[in-house]
């Protein structure tokens, strides 16, 4: 009952790369009606992805009013329901924050979003980004999740945002996640709740019995030296976990010292845990002495077997670790089903 009615409620999406936020909600039973995005290579892969929907490649800036109420009334939509989207996050993350540029352009774009929100007026929005973003400040030390929230309010919604620890909503990933909802309507918000049961990485692996006749399934070749230290790495184990004679030295006032590494260098996962957040990095399967392949990646990020990524190696890895979890999506998809039903 609950997925029939859903079927009625049309998601307009911002920012869509691969389409990972709409897969969950297509899931869940949504219409996707259109996507965005400026990079041809997401635009590909949305297109193949969702036949069904309308895509607009280009920059969000140049999108106009009368250029959505034409895309709505060709396809006969009278109304988007809710607008999802995930605002470019390369200012908000921790891997970037010794050159966190606080006047960079794409902190902006947020306020896109708002624009293209005030012009379709949905009941809900959705808005993703990585979780650092709760501690982030601008150039005048404002803190960004006021910003985001006070621009929502002055726009008519009500909005509340929570962390999310991806590996109790069904992804086997330690990934951290902040979800704003907003909603016109008067309700209260909630988000879905947390499972105790962790996702492992051993459950999904096992899907893919068969990489041939799957795109996305390049194998990278590794130099011998490269391959004699992943032998030597054990599962959940890094770079620390190598033998003293195959970590990298340099010399430091004259001695020879060992060089510390991030815990992503030569990382390999385990079966028996969640894989710490996927990004575009090299990450070593847990059996086997090769890294990781793209679908191995998406599977692990909950995207079904047969999603194909377009682009070359380096775009896939990285529409792959742009992407919203389609399972933490679905969730949240769900969720507002039951809230928008039973305030
Ligand atoms: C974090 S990713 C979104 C991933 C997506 N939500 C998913 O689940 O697959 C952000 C996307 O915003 C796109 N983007 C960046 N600046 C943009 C702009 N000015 N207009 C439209 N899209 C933009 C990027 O190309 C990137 O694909």
Redesign the pocket.
Known sequence: MLIWRCKMLNVA??????????LGFKKAGYNIVFG????EK?AKTFRRNFPESYFIE????DITEESLKKILKERGIKKINIV??????QCFTRLNNNKLRKDDE?NQ?FK?YVRVIKILSPDFVVM?NVADLLIRKDKKNRPFKELICGEFRKTGYNISYKIFKTEKYGVPQKRRRIIFLATKKNIDLSFPEESKKITKVGDFLKKIKNLKNLKNTEIIKNEPNVLTRIKLIPPGGYYENLPEKFKTKKIRDGKLVTVKRYGSYYRRLSNSEPAPTITNNYIIHPTKNRYLTNKEKAILHTFPINFVFCGKTGDVSQ?IA???PPKL?ENIAKHILKINQHP
């Open positions: 999406s911002f920012f869509s790369g691969a389409g990972g936020f709409d965005n995005d400026n990079w997401a280009g920059d969000i800036k999802i989207g995930g605002p470019p996050c794409r774009l896109e993703e529409q742009n992407a919203v999506a």
